[in-house]
């Protein structure tokens, strides 16, 4: 357990370097920025492949199976809470971002939180 500590540290640290750092919070304060909850879930698997930045300091490829909420964005863009792959106790907000309302861009990940 204290390596996986160490790596995440790490990451954290090298990201705060790079100035890419997103939010880290609590629970309670990470749901409160997750906002308002869809009724129903969204199929995600349109991103499955996508690269998203992740709490613990890595890249991952999202895949639909580590989406397990949906929340309300303004427009055509989604906002998904995704689990990170390696560490199943941290876990991230994501967005998407599109260009031209069409064409997926990227995700961008807006905070992360440590049970």
Do not use: W
Not at 70 to 92: H, L, V
Not at 100 to 113: N, P, Q, R, V
């Amino acid at each position: 357990m204290s390596e996986n500590l160490s790596i995440f540290r790490y990451n954290l640290i090298k990201n705060y370097i790079l100035g890419n750092i997103m939010k880290i919070l609590n629970m309670e304060s990470f749901i409160l920025e997750a906002g308002v909850q869809l009724p129903t879930t969204r199929d995600m698997s349109a991103y499955n492949g996508k690269a998203f930045k992740c709490v613990c300091g890595d890249i991952h490829n999202f895949e639909s199976n580590m989406d397990f909420r949906n929340f309300m964005t303004n427009s055509i863009n989604a906002k998904m809470i995704i689990t990170c792959p390696n560490y199943p106790n941290m876990a991230t907000i994501v967005k998407t971002k599109y260009k031209f309302l069409f064409f997926f861009d990227k995700f961008e990940s807006l905070a992360g939180t440590k049970q």
